[in-house]
Structures are given as structure tokens and as C-alpha cells.
């Protein structure tokens, strides 16, 4: 097992990365202060891991909300179920949260716990790739608005992650690569070497093998973790995370939630936003294809969807939560390796991006 540690003064805490963690003993129950827990997770991860991690639980009072499964769902209305379980069953304020899933039941449980009775500890249990190296750290939560992708939320960090790498045998391949979407993000924004990294080891990620997980989760984590430390509530660098999230997002929103996963939503996004910064001189031609190239290799898609116009990016792009003043801010490259945020946006070489990205 390693540990890694997001540094947030008095909010502090661990991300535990290895096999088979979600049952060690102890592991969890060190950071549980009362003796109720209320498990939160959906119709698909349930049948595979809520008795095994209920029972590692014994010795508390163990509830359990059993979401719908996906991003269409990811609503206030369904939301709100989960605080009917916890009044029903009369949990109190010393309760703990766990979610016990993707990014979808991290973020709404994650939310939930920031509401209920004003604040109550929780506890992230990510068991998908995506979750385990971007949405389950850092502390966003939230919902989805019909208008606009995690619109509606607050920052709450939870007490501790449990990134269990041998939880990823179930995951079906197409969100295996979802999730390496995000892991090329970081090689994109801040790590280089790590970009380098994953041009040499791409079929072993792909093949499932638990030594390239483990070693692509904790650099990520480690990112991710260095950059949630200096800006928690995104006031300035944090924003670099979201390369490829403006986009993605629009695409997100057009297609209908869940039509595109997230990853594949931002891979193309991430492909756009390397296509302008090529166009504003930023990164080489070659800079380019080595990212388009990676992220094919990943088997996720690299264009946007053909029925999606420009104006229908902008208007969606509209209401991204990086919009600042009324104008359009994009996380693009400075360098392999190198992120930026600006508004400095030349609207003709935007163009041709969305008109060099788009399908046929």
C-alpha cells in the first residue's frame, strides 16, 4: 500500500492506493468518529462490492442508498433520495458518508454530506479509474443542471480516499479508457515525464496490469494533489485540471448526459484545446499528433461529434463555470508538459479548431 496526502492544513488527509485495500482491517474504521455509516452507491457496483465492504463493517450501524446507475442521473430529484435514507434511519451528525462507486456517487454523495445537518464526515471508496485519479480527490462535488455539467455543488473534502486498484478487474474496457483520458491529462498540464511514460506503457494499462495502474493512479493522484493544495477552491492554478473540460462538457450537455462518458467527452475536448494552442504557436505540429496519437491508442475519441456547430459550442461553452466577467476563459498549452488559463482567445483560430476537430 502507499499513502499519499492531500495538504490542506486541519483538512488534511490520506489517499491510500494498493490491492484489496477496501477490506484491510482497520483501514477504514480509523477514520470513522461515530457509529453509523450510511453507504452510498449505484445498481451496478452494489452486486459486486456492497457486502463485501458491509461486512468489513460489522461493528457500526450500516445503512445503504442504492443509486441509478450513470450520469443522466446525477439530478437533485435523485439526490435527495439519499437524504430520505438517512432520516429514516435517523442518522445523526457524528454519521459517516462512504461512497462506494464512480465519479457520479462520489460527487453526489460528496454533496449530500456537505448538506446533511450542515456537514457530516465522508469517506471516498472510487471504483472506477476515473474516480481514482481525478473526481474522488480534491473535494468538488455536486449535480448536474439541464443547462450546465456540475453546476450545482460545494467544495468538501472527505476524510480519506481508498483507491483499491484490484476493484478495476470488473471495469468494462470502454471506462477503463474513460479513465486514462483524465491520466494523459496530467502528463498534458504538468508532467511531462509522465507523458513520455505513457507513450511507452499505453498497452499495459490497457491490459489491466495492476503494477501500471498503481503507478499511473499514484502519479496522478500526486498531481493532482500538488495542485488541490495550492488552490482548493480554484481560485487560479486549480483551473489547469480542466484541460479539455470547456469542450468536453459542451459535449457532454449536447449529447445528452451519459451518451458520452466524461472521458471520452474530455479526450476529444483535450484535442481541441491542443489543435488551438498549435494554432497560437504554443506546441509543435508534432506536439499535436503525439497527443492525438496517445489518446487513440487509448481507444477514446479524438473528434468531436459531427452534429455539434460552433455556435452550439459557444453557447454551451456560455455557461462553463470558468467563464469570468462574460468572457470565455480556456485552459490550453503552453508546452508539452505545460498549462495555462486564458482569455486570450483569437476567435478566428477558434474556429478553425472546432472546424478541424469535428467529425464527418
Not at 256 to 274: I, K, T
Amino acid at each position: 500500500m502507499q499513502v499519499l496526502t492531500v495538504n490542506l492544513d486541519d483538512r488534511s488527509y490520506p489517499i491510500y492506493i494498493g490491492e484489496h485495500l477496501m477490506a484491510k482491517p482497520g483501514l477504514l474504521n480509523q477514520h470513522i468518529r461515530g457509529r453509523q455509516i450510511c453507504v452510498v452507491t449505484n445498481e451496478t457496483v452494489a452486486p459486486l462490492y456492497l457486502e463485501k465492504l458491509c461486512s468489513s463493517l460489522a461493528d457500526y450501524q450500516v445503512d445503504h442508498v442504492i443509486l441509478p446507475d450513470g450520469e443522466s442521473h446525477k439530478t437533485l430529484d435523485v439526490w435527495s433520495g439519499i437524504f430520505d435514507t438517512l432520516l429514516n434511519k435517523r442518522h445523526n451528525r457524528t454519521t459517516t458518508l462512504i461512497a462506494l462507486g464512480g465519479g457520479v456517487v462520489g460527487d453526489m454523495t460528496g454533496f449530500a454530506a456537505a448538506c446533511y445537518q450542515r456537514g457530516v464526515d465522508f469517506i471516498q471508496i472510487p471504483t472506477t479509474l476515473l474516480s481514482m485519479v481525478d473526481s474522488s480527490v480534491g473535494g468538488k462535488t455536486g449535480v448536474n443542471h439541464l443547462l450546465g455539467k456540475n453546476m450545482i455543488g460545494a467544495f468538501y473534502q472527505p476524510l480519506c480516499v481508498v483507491a483499491d486498484t484490484s476493484l478495476l478487474v470488473t471495469l468494462p474496457g470502454r471506462e477503463l479508457s474513460a479513465g486514462i483520458a483524465e491520466i494523459i491529462k496530467y502528463g498534458l498540464i504538468s508532467d511531462y515525464e509522465f507523458f513520455v511514460w505513457l507513450e511507452n506503457n499505453m498497452d499495459a494499462l490497457l491490459a489491466g496490469d495492476q503494477a501500471a495502474l498503481a503507478y499511473a493512479v499514484k502519479r496522478s493522484c500526486e498531481n493532482k494533489a500538488d495542485v488541490v493544495a495550492q488552490d482548493e477552491r480554484e481560485g487560479s492554478i486549480r483551473a489547469i485540471l480542466n484541460l479539455g473540460h470547456t469542450f468536453g462538457h459542451a459535449i457532454e450537455t449536447a449529447q445528452g448526459y451519459g451518451n458520452w462518458l466524461h472521458g471520452e467527452a474530455v479526450a476529444a475536448g483535450m484535442v481541441m484545446a491542443a489543435d488551438l494552442s498549435w494554432r497560437r504557436g504554443a506546441i509543435t505540429k508534432e506536439d499535436l499528433g503525439r497527443t492525438i496519437q496517445l489518446l487513440q491508442r487509448a481507444n477514446l475519441p479524438v473528434k468531436a461529434p459531427a452534429d455539434m456547430t460552433p455556435e452550439q459550442f459557444m453557447s454551451l461553452m456560455g455557461v462553463d463555470k470558468k467563464v469570468l466577467d462574460g468572457r470565455l476563459r480556456l485552459v490550453l498549452l503552453a508546452a508539452m508538459g505545460q498549462a495555462i488559463v486564458t482569455s486570450d482567445i483569437d476567435m478566428r483560430m477558434l474556429q478553425e479548431t472546432f472546424d478541424a476537430c469535428k467529425a464527418n
